[in-house]
């Protein structure tokens, strides 16, 4: 198996066949593959309609969360469960697009970045919240200078390796390029197709991102500062 695609979901029973099916279009024939869904306790039907998908689509797996536990925790879950060596992430609400996950492949395979990331360069939201994204991507890279233009893309592939690798806190997946880099990893942002969300409604408002950005952006400072990833040879 080349590669595990995680996508942490809640409360998205309407998104879940619709982007399972896009998935298997974009990797059918391309990729030795697998889905992994972790559900992080959603209060909807989406557990069901996972496990109800499970008899048509053989390459996917349902990890669950007993109770909400966050983004970051799903993510984390979904990784340590998979069994291909790279992973490849994306938002369960639809946004992200399936399709653009062998161009990332294609630019893995040719070597150079060791995680790609995906920058939504025509968001399809309000403009509320393209404002606040654009803002907080400005502080977080001037202050941590980690070459990622869009860290809220979910759409990302990386070694599974190397992110169990990294310190664990919740809400880390908003800075896996700082984290990454702090590991002497190089990243590269590619655009990427972003569509506006059609069915459900989003998780996270304007301020649930402010406050948390602001303790979280200290602590990985704290991190980079602290780096120490030393280069061994053998004899």
Not at 19 to 37: C, F, H, K, Q, T
Not at 163 to 168: R, T
Not at 217 to 229: D, E, K, T, Y
Request: aromatic share 6%; hydrophobic share 45%.
């Amino acid at each position: 198996m080349e590669l595990s695609v995680v996508v942490p979901v809640h409360n998205e029973a309407d998104n879940v066949a619709p982007l399972i099916a896009e998935i298997a279009a974009a990797l059918d024939g391309r990729l030795d593959y697998e889905i992994v869904y972790v559900d992080d306790g959603s209060v909807d039907g989406t557990v069901a309609a996972l496990l109800a998908l499970k008899a048509t689509r053989p390459r996917l797996r349902v990890v669950r969360h007993q109770a909400r536990c966050g983004q970051s925790a799903a993510i984390r879950t979904g990784v340590a469960a998979a069994r291909a060596p790279w992973i490849a992430t994306l938002d369960g609400d639809g946004q992200n697009d399936p399709a653009d996950i062998p161009s990332l492949w294609e630019l893995h395979r040719d070597g150079g970045a060791v995680m790609i990331a995906g920058e939504r360069t025509k968001r399809r939201d309000s403009w509320s919240k393209r404002l606040s994204s654009r803002w907080a991507n400005r502080i977080r890279a001037s202050l941590l200078h980690d070459h990622t233009r869009d860290t809220g893309c979910g759409l990302k592939l990386f070694p599974r390796a190397l992110f169990l690798e990294l310190p664990y806190f919740d809400h880390m997946h908003r800075f896996l390029g700082a984290l990454m880099i702090r590991q002497g990893a190089e990243v590269l942002s590619v655009p990427v197709n972003h569509r506006p969300r059609l069915k459900g409604a989003s998780k996270y408002g304007f301020w649930d991102r402010l406050w948390v950005g602001i303790s979280d952006l200290a602590g990985v400072m704290w991190l980079q500062r602290r780096a120490h990833i030393p280069r061994a040879t053998e004899d």
